[in-house]
Nanobody, 118 residues
Framework: QVQLVESGGGLVQAGGSLRLSCAASGRTFSSSAMGWFRQAPGKEREFVARINWSGTSTYYADSVKGRFTISRDNAKNTVYLQMNSLKPEDTAVYYC???????????WGQGTQVTVSS
């Protein structure tokens, strides 16, 4: 089991940027694919981005492709989500998790709130 702590959220104007971090505990982090997900008010949680264990392969939801970049630092047990050109529809609580393809496998952390104002 991996414990996950997300951070870096905040309030930003449309067109702005934020960088989210996810610190993971546990020895399996460096051998696991990781993903970012988000949940907007009144909506189901949705997949955002995925990165393989080595950081050499990434995959994005169409809604964020070209604007968001996922990366990881296995020495720090941390995965990142760089979010550029933010839109109001990106407003959500963002979560990270270990993934099998795009399916989360661990318990969720507390998430980090991202609010984009128009």
């Amino acid at each position: 089991q991996v414990q996950l702590v997300e951070s870096g959220g905040g309030l930003v104007q449309a067109g702005g940027s934020l960088r989210l971090s996810c610190a993971a505990s546990g020895r399996t982090f460096s051998s696991s694919a990781m993903g970012w997900f988000r949940q907007a008010p009144g909506k189901e949680r949705e997949f955002v981005a995925r990165i393989n264990w080595s950081g050499t392969s990434t995959y994005y939801a169409d809604s964020v492709k070209g604007r968001f970049t996922i990366s990881r630092d296995n020495a720090k047990n941390t995965v990142y989500l760089q979010m550029n050109s933010l839109k109001p529809e990106d407003t959500a609580v963002y979560y990270c998790n270990r993934v099998l393809t795009t399916t989360p496998v661990d318990y969720w952390g507390q998430g980090t709130q991202v609010t984009v104002s128009s």
